[in-house]
Nanobody, 125 residues
Framework: QAQLVESGGGQVQAGGSLRLSCEAS????????MGWFRQAPGKEREFVAA????????YYADSVKGRFTISRDNAQNTLYLQMLSLEPEDTAVYYC??????????????????WGQGTQVTVSA
């Protein structure tokens, strides 16, 4: 069973930055498309970003374009999310997820087979 473990969450002020990491184990990491999702209090979980196996093709939700950057290190089986210019609206639990690599359906959480436990990000005004 694949395991995904997120880290790097925390509390920051608006305008600050954080870098999330997601370490994968027992997973052929380079075969998988990796994604980040988030769930704010009282809201449904939503897509944030995704990256294909090659680390070149990326996808972003409109709400984070230009502020967040997704990347991966296949040698280290690790996924990253660099978050800049954080806003209170970014407050959420952030989850990483994995699915077999594909060029479609990246934003649909039902397509992802493996999920981490999440890491809390809190942005204060």
């Amino acid at each position: 069973q694949a395991q995904l473990v997120e880290s790097g969450g925390g509390q920051v002020q608006a305008g600050g930055s954080l870098r999330l990491s997601c370490e994968a184990s027992t997973l052929a990491f380079s075969n998988y498309l990796m994604g980040w999702f988030r769930q704010a209090p009282g809201k449904e979980r939503e897509f944030v970003a995704a990256i294909r196996w090659n680390g070149v093709t990326t996808y972003y939700a409109d709400s984070v374009k230009g502020r967040f950057t997704i990347s991966r290190d296949n040698a280290q089986n690790t996924l990253y999310l660099q978050m800049l210019s954080l806003e209170p609206e970014d407050t959420a639990v952030y989850y990483c997820a994995a699915r077999w690599d594909t060029d479609n359906g990246q934003s649909y959480q039902t397509n992802y087979a493996y999920w981490g436990q999440g890491t809390q990000v809190t942005v204060s005004a």
